[in-house]
């Protein structure tokens, strides 16, 4: 993207450092069988970071490494793990770290797992390394599957069942989207037409 302030990304590895009074925004989208490993510090004082990762696994074992270091004051990070997994193995290992002398950061982690097929395994847990008092840190779970009541309503709409899974599940990547400052209908566009291929792909 031309924007430095944003970045998509779709490498398997690599690291960021975040400078003060920085706003970064990342889009990471994973598809394929591989470990990922990303690193992002925060080092120099109220700079503010959004992640979202898009994981798409289809017959495919995905290893996710994803680990946020803060190190200095009034520091900002949002992550948000959004997996849709209809076939393989996923397992996302997320990791916070805030050394002992900086307060006044927060820090956001959100993990939503959605179930589209049956032989499908999920794992991961975040750890959290937090060594003071004065600061925030919190984070989700969920793991869930599309209610058959929604397939039917929509299928009596003379939807096909690949066209109503699209419909509904697209509105929690647009949410994410949303989310940004930064970013382009080019981009997004992008990311829809790869999610419909991959809800179609049988």
Request: with cysteine.
């Amino acid at each position: 993207m031309s924007n430095k302030n944003f970045i998509f990304n779709t490498n398997s590895s690599f690291s960021e450092v975040i400078n003060s009074g920085e706003l970064r925004e990342f889009l990471i989208l994973i598809d394929k069988s591989w470990e990922y490993i990303m690193d992002f510090s925060q080092i120099l004082g109220n700079s503010s970071v959004r992640i979202v990762v898009l994981i798409m696994c289809d017959n495919s074992k995905i290893k996710l490494n994803i680990k946020n270091y803060i190190n200095w004051v009034n520091e900002i990070n949002k992550t948000n793990i959004l997996n849709f997994a209809k076939n393989g193995e996923v397992d996302i290992m997320s990791e916070l770290e805030i050394d002992d002398k900086w307060a006044g950061s927060k820090w956001e982690l959100h993990i939503e797992n959605i179930f589209l097929g049956e032989n499908v395994k999920i794992s991961g847990v975040p750890r959290l390394n937090i060594k003071l008092d004065k600061t925030r840190a919190n984070h989700s779970l969920k793991a869930l599957k599309i209610k058959d009541e929604d397939l039917f309503y929509l299928s009596s709409r003379w939807l096909s069942e690949d066209s109503s899974k699209f419909i509904l599940l697209k509105w929690k990547i647009q949410a994410l989207l949303d989310l940004f400052e930064n970013k382009d209908k080019e981009m997004e566009s992008e990311i829809m037409e790869k999610f419909e291929g991959f809800i179609k792909n049988n």
